[in-house]
C-alpha cells in the first residue's frame, strides 16, 4: 500500500515560517508530480504549488516568492518552505503525489493525498 506522509505543520506568528515535508512510502515503482493544496475552514481545496520530477515549479499567485516548493527524488520527498506567513496562510494542508505502480506488467499512475496537516498563522 502507498502512502504520503506529512510533517511540519504547527502554530506560527505572522511573518514566520515553516517547512512542510511528505514522503511516499510503500511499494511504488516511481514518482511523478507531486504538490501542495490547502484547504481553509469553509473553502474549497486549492492549489500552494507543484513540482515535477524533473524539478518544473508552479505556484499560486498567493504564494509566489513567500513560498518554495523542492523535492529529493532518491527519498521520494517533497517539501515546502514558507516564510513571511500570514494569518490567511492558515489552513490544512495537504500533500499530493502522482504515484507509479507496477500492474502485472504495465505501469500504472494512481494520485494519492497524504493525510493533512494543520497550519495556523496567528496576527
Known amino acids: 500500500q502507498v502512502q504520503l506522509v506529512e510533517s511540519g505543520g504547527g502554530l506560527v506568528q505572522a511573518g514566520g515560517s515553516l517547512r512542510l515535508s511528505c514522503q511516499a512510502s510503500?511499494?511504488?515503482?516511481?514518482?511523478?508530480?507531486m504538490g501542495w493544496y490547502r484547504q481553509a475552514p469553509g473553502k474549497q481545496r486549492e492549489l500552494v504549488a507543484t513540482?515535477?520530477?524533473?524539478?518544473?515549479?508552479n505556484y499560486a499567485d498567493s504564494t509566489k516568492g513567500r513560498f518554495t516548493i523542492s523535492r529529493d527524488n532518491a527519498k521520494n520527498t517533497v517539501y515546502l518552505q514558507m516564510n513571511n506567513l500570514k494569518p490567511e496562510d492558515t489552513a490544512v494542508y495537504y500533500c499530493n503525489g502522482a504515484i507509479q505502480v507496477m500492474r502485472i506488467d504495465i505501469i500504472d499512475e494512481i494520485h494519492i493525498w497524504g493525510q493533512g496537516t494543520q497550519v495556523t498563522v496567528s496576527s
Open positions: 513540482i515535477s520530477r524533473h524539478m518544473a515549479t
Open positions: 510503500g511499494q511504488f515503482f516511481g514518482v511523478n508530480d
